[in-house]
């Protein structure tokens, strides 16, 4: 099931994708009440793959020839698909040819960092470049999200642990990020965290290490590779943090990009992004998130 987050009236409403078209949640049991079913993104996110289970059979049982809960995807404006997380940790250096074209060893364990909420932004935003920064940078990444109380956890089990996945894109001023040892800086601008438009269920992503990843700037492809690629799986990715910190519904998790950065260009091709700029980061079977920068 792929669901999302629209504004409407000020607040968010949590859609499901049907056909080509969404269904408002809040809207369709407004016309067709049904007990249990989640109409509130985060509160979805909470209960879990049953919740998701019981909201993908109401949307199926609702009548086709109903339209009054039918959204356009063309006509909303789209929210962050996991509007509020506790916690956003990324992943650095996680992927073998970004190593490679960075000329920095394979690390051995996860690098992690971290965004804060103010970075959270959506499918078709605005996203302004900071006047702090001259090298800002695209990065396609895989983006998990928790839907159970992770705390020490196997890697055996640890997509048990997984509500969805999500793209995202880990905007990136290099120039504040190499400022110090600590990538922060460079990292957490306003906006620097768009995700969606869709968050897909778990279950139909059948292995997150088989999914194409690319990245288009204003058309031109400049990233194109495979979670294939990652030097630290999923699996590993939310074992290994739940050793350290426990992971709730609804935290998110970037797991890295692939080569093709600007900042992995050769010195005389390195273009970084410039106002209006539109950048789409894809990965396969989750869509396409797009925005433009100012």
């Avoid at 996680?94 to 103010?118: C, I, M, Q, V, W």
């Avoid at 400022?179 to 601008?189: A, D, I, P, V």
């Avoid at 609804?250 to 209006?276: C, F, H, N, Q, W």
């Amino acid at each position: 099931m792929k669901i999302c987050v629209f504004q409407k009236g000020g607040t968010y409403r949590l859609g499901v994708k049907r056909g080509d078209s969404l269904v408002d949640v809040a809207e369709a049991l407004r016309v067709a009440p049904r007990k249990g079913i989640c109409a509130e993104p985060m509160a979805l996110i909470r209960a879990g793959a049953a919740g998701a289970r019981e909201l993908e059979a109401y949307v199926s049982s609702l009548p086709d020839g109903e339209t009054s809960f039918v959204v356009d995807p063309a006509s909303v404006e789209w929210g962050p698909c996991v509007p509020e997380p506790a916690k956003i940790v990324c992943v650095g250096l996680n992927y073998r040819r970004h190593a490679d074209e960075s000329g920095l060893p394979y690390p051995e364990t996860p690098l992690l960092f971290n965004k804060f909420s103010n970075a959270l932004t959506a499918h078709g935003q605005r996203i302004p470049i900071p006047k702090t920064t001259e090298q800002l940078d695209y990065e396609v990444e895989l983006g998990i999200v928790i839907g159970r109380r992770a705390a020490d956890v196997s890697e055996e089990d640890a997509l048990d642990y997984v509500f969805g996945y999500c793209p995202a894109n880990d905007v990136s001023a290099r120039d504040l990020q190499m400022r110090t040892s600590q990538w922060m800086l460079g990292k957490t601008s306003d906006r620097f965290c768009p995700i969606g438009p869709y968050l897909v269920t778990a279950d139909e992503v059948r292995d997150p290490q088989r999914l194409t990843l690319q990245t288009f700037v204003n058309g031109e492809r400049r990233q194109h590779s495979s979670t294939s690629d990652m030097i630290f799986t999923c699996r590993e990715i939310v074992s290994y943090i739940s050793k350290y910190m426990t992971l709730e519904p609804g935290d998110l998790i970037l797991t890295g990009t692939p080569e093709g950065v600007a900042l992995g260009m050769p010195s005389d091709r390195r273009t970084y992004l410039k106002p209006g700029d539109i950048v789409t980061v894809e990965i396969e079977g989750l869509g396409q998130l797009t925005n433009t920068f100012l």
